[in-house]
Nanobody, 129 residues
Framework: QVQLVESGGGSVQAGGSLRLSCVAS????????RAWFRQAAAKEREVVAL????????????GYADTVKARFTISQDIARNTIYLQMNSLKPEDSATYYC??????????????????WGQGTQVSVLS
């Protein structure tokens, strides 16, 4: 049984930082795409950052939404089967429920939610102005 468990959310002042963690269990090695999505109230779920764990290294093959580039960093700890999202210089518009997700990409990973077949329960991030 696949399980993704997020942690690290909370409330922070604008300009502050948070680090989200997502521990996976029960995953097969074919689930090479791992991503962070977020969904704010009355908005669609959007991809924030993704990593192709098959690319190796703590950084893997990564991608970011334009709105978070240079502020957020996705990384992986292969031994712990964990991905992280380091969020710096947080803005009120970053407030949302953040979800980690995993899926399979034969030739690479993208941010389409349909690619991801397992999702965590979400962790709330609130950035206060």
């Amino acid at each position: 049984q696949v399980q993704l468990v997020e942690s690290g959310g909370g409330s922070v002042q604008a300009g502050g930082s948070l680090r989200l963690s997502c521990v996976a269990s029960g995953l097969s090695s074919s689930n090479n795409c791992r991503a962070w999505f977020r969904q704010a109230a009355a908005k669609e779920r959007e991809v924030v950052a993704l990593i192709n764990t098959a690319s190796g290294g703590i950084g893997g093959g990564t991608g970011y939404a334009d709105t978070v580039k240079a502020r957020f960093t996705i990384s992986q700890d292969i031994a712990r089967n964990t991905i992280y999202l380091q969020m710096n210089s947080l803005k009120p518009e970053d407030s949302a429920t953040y979800y980690c997700a995993t899926g399979y990409g034969r030739v690479g990973c993208d941010g389409a939610p349909s690619r991801y077949n397992y999702w965590g329960q979400g962790t709330q991030v609130s950035v206060l102005s």
